[in-house]
């Protein structure tokens, strides 16, 4: 069983991640920290908080962390993640509110903790920008030698971005953290647009959660539904976040090559991830970047496992 850690910006696509996490059996979700970028910090965590409540698990601990990029004074919500998520970030759907509320400490402190504790037992995924980790990292740069895997959702490689031809939105919105968590030394795989835009959710599936006649499963299936409206140039919806959390537990979904990374901080192509020009010749690399990806074996499972979730919720 992994031990995990879930870093979301709750976000539709954060929301079937969280599912595929709370109904798989192999994952054991220890906490669910949360950041912003599809929405503000404290409305994505309360999205997770109203998420679990509606799966019955409301005993996984929730702990809000940072507002803001590292090099910036706020975070002011763009307007197309307004569009994809709907106002409140889960796709108009009203849920009951969590009685259960947030942690008390800190998102940074439980990922500075939960390292300590379990070290390489513990991946932490994240599907948002990586102001968490980073600054995780810098707080307790011992962290480095000892901690597990983690897995991102961030960054495009071999194809254009979708903020601008350089960048995909999570580096974006943080590009100085994503440089510096990969170049941390840590051991990173970036699941990215090259990927993620390969999978696709349709209305089909989304019926079969609909037919369940559980609360979980109406729910999701009208969040997905308003997702896919948003998404016409492909009559569905890419799998971006429940990609990177199914690469964490399934690894042979997909085809990657192993480099050095950097990001670019400065002009015009500010966010992009590429490969580190100063360290082309160095053993080791640390960063595994996913090319491809089996997405008939990919949707398939992650639509096993929702299942599994949505038959057994009321």
Excluded at 72 to 86: P, T, W
Excluded at 303 to 314: D, I, P, R, W
Aim: proline share 4%.
């Amino acid at each position: 069983m992994v031990k995990m850690i879930l870093d979301l910006d709750t976000g539709i696509d954060d929301g079937m991640a969280l599912a595929y996490a709370i109904g798989n059996p192999e994952i054991e979700l220890i906490g669910v920290t949360g950041t912003y970028g599809n929405v503000y910090t404290e409305v994505g965590v309360q999205n997770v908080l109203n998420i679990l409540n509606l799966c019955n698990a409301q005993e996984i601990p929730v702990f809000a962390g940072e507002s803001h990029a590292m090099c910036k004074d706020d975070f002011n919500r763009l307007e197309v993640s307004a569009r994809i998520h709907g106002a409140n970030g889960v796709g108009q759907v009203r849920m009951e509110q969590s009685p259960k509320r947030k942690e008390k400490k800190n998102a940074v402190d439980f990922l500075i903790e939960s390292a300590k504790k379990y070290g390489d037992e513990l991946v932490i995924v994240a599907t948002g920008p990586l102001t968490n980790l980073a600054m995780a990292l810098k707080r307790a740069p011992e962290m480095k030698d000892i901690m597990g895997r983690v897995v991102i959702m961030g960054g495009a490689l071999t194809i254009p971005g979708n903020v601008s031809p350089y960048t995909e939105a999570n580096i974006w919105q943080d590009p100085e953290a994503a440089k510096y968590l990969f170049e941390s030394g840590v051991d990173v795989t970036m699941v990215g647009l090259d990927v993620t835009q390969r999978s696709i959710l349709t209305n089909e599936n989304t019926r079969n959660w609909r037919n369940t006649g559980t609360l979980a499963g109406k729910t999701y299936a009208d969040m997905i539904d308003y997702y896919i409206s948003q998404h016409d140039e492909i009559q569905g919806c890419y799998l971006h976040d429940p990609s990177a959390v199914i690469n964490a537990l399934h690894p042979e979904f997909f085809t990657m090559v192993s480099m050095h990374m950097t990001v670019i901080t400065q002009g015009e192509a500010v966010g992009r991830t590429i490969g580190n020009p100063q360290k082309l010749r160095e053993a080791n690399p640390n960063i595994k970047v996913c090319i491809q990806v089996d997405s008939q074996a990919l949707v398939q499972h992650l639509n096993e496992t929702l299942m599994l979730v949505f038959q057994n919720k009321s």
